[in-house]
């Protein structure tokens, strides 16, 4: 459609709106990485305090796609199209919007980077040929999408029409997924990381060398545990679904 990645526009929606923060893997992202390669090469000054465990990591992953858009329908061009995002939350700022004509299909997908589940899945659709704006309407300068959104959305009707489906899908996605996170922390609630053993292991029925052995564990044998920690021992559950307890210390984290 000579437009270019939505990329840029989903980010400008999460700048103005505060509801989450960016980690960078893109093109920031080779950069700091040369930066490293620097520091561990021993050519940056002393206490440059760049060394490994400092990469925050990813909770979600946003992926947008395309279902459909029409071009054809021709119309006027329209100067407002987003209002303001204030005080941190994404309101219904689609409120005020009347469209007729060209039409825009899209779809958000916010995936857990833990679990590998797709948390919220959400539609968003925009049309237009002509356009009017309620009370409280403003301007795609307003917000600064103007500038923090290009390769081609804020100067074609189109694209202006896909920026409104993606804003309608992204609002969708934050009031979904305040429901999902509120009071909690992803990292806490998400599944534990798996645990291997370097040696033959007994699981035990207790958290003790005097509990009955359940189960022995051969080298490489991979432990999922349940949360529950006793003394210097995890309670796990083995791939054959048998739970029991280990020491912490005949285990570490799967690779």
Do not use: H
């Amino acid at each position: 459609m000579g437009l270019g990645s939505p990329e840029v526009v989903l980010k400008a929606y999460i700048s103005e709106s505060n509801c989450f923060k960016l980690v960078n893997r893109g093109r920031g992202m080779e950069t700091a990485e040369r930066e490293r390669a620097l520091a561990a090469a021993g050519v940056l000054r002393p206490r440059a305090s760049i060394g490994k465990g400092q990469v925050t990591a990813a909770d979600y992953v946003l992926v947008p796609d395309m279902l459909s858009g029409n071009s054809n329908a021709s119309g006027s061009a329209v100067t407002g199209i987003l209002g303001a995002l204030v005080g941190g939350q994404a309101g219904a700022v689609l409120g005020g919007l009347s469209f007729t004509g060209r039409t825009a299909d899209v779809m958000i997908t916010i995936m857990n980077v833990r679990t590998a589940e797709d948390d919220i899945v959400v539609r968003g659709k925009a049309k237009k040929t002509d356009l009017g704006w309620g009370a409280g309407g403003g301007t795609i300068g307003s917000t600064g999408m103007g500038a923090l959104a290009g390769g081609g959305y804020t100067n074609t009707e189109l694209g202006q029409v896909i920026m409104t489906a993606y804003l309608d899908a992204y609002i969708k996605a934050v009031a979904q997924l305040g429901g999902v996170t509120q009071g909690a922390n992803p990292v806490d609630t998400a599944p534990r990381p798996a645990l291997t053993v370097a040696t033959n292991v007994n699981l035990r029925e207790g958290p003790s060398t005097r509990e009955r052995v359940a189960r022995s564990l051969a080298p490489g044998a991979l432990l999922y545990p349940t949360g529950a920690e006793a003394q210097g021992w995890v309670e796990v559950e083995d791939e054959m679904q048998f739970k029991g307890w280990v020491l912490k210390t005949l285990v570490q984290p799967a690779k």
